[in-house]
């Protein structure tokens, strides 16, 4: 079971269980009950928002299983790699790159090329 549907279904139990509880209990208790409810679910919402804010902690860029570029004049650039900002922040992974081949002035990169 994916991480998703075990969400939903936790879901689904709290709100029917909720709506259980609000069915049975006086109106008084059912307000307080529902008053306490709502501020956790704030907070909770809150905290996954931020947390979803947050950069991940995996690569901030990779290249995998890349084809073949090739470049062929002055000036011509062929990448099956990374090509980027040496202040990119966090790792920058390529693996299992295809050819890049450069000819009469060109250049290639199959792997991380960084620049100032």
């Given at each position: 079971m994916t991480v998703r549907r075990v969400v939903i279904s936790i879901t689904c139990v709290v709100v029917a269980a909720l709506a259980a509880v609000f069915a049975v209990s006086q109106w008084d208790?059912?307000?307080?009950?529902?008053?306490?409810?709502?501020?956790?679910?704030?907070?909770?919402?809150?905290?996954?928002?931020?947390?979803?804010a947050l950069p991940g902690s995996g690569p901030a860029a990779r290249a995998s299983r890349t084809g073949t570029a090739t470049a062929g004049g002055?000036?011509?650039?062929?990448?099956?790699?990374?090509s980027g900002v040496a202040s990119t922040p966090g790792a920058v992974v390529a693996d299992h790159t295809?050819?890049?081949?450069?000819?009469?002035?060109?250049?290639?990169?199959?792997?991380?090329?960084?620049?100032?």
């Open positions: 208790q059912a307000n307080r009950i529902a008053t306490a409810t709502s501020a956790l679910a704030a907070v909770a919402a809150l905290g996954v928002a931020v947390w979803a002055p000036g011509s650039r062929a990448n099956t790699g990374v295809g050819d890049a081949r450069a000819t009469n002035g060109g250049s290639a990169n199959s792997g991380v090329e960084l620049h100032p």
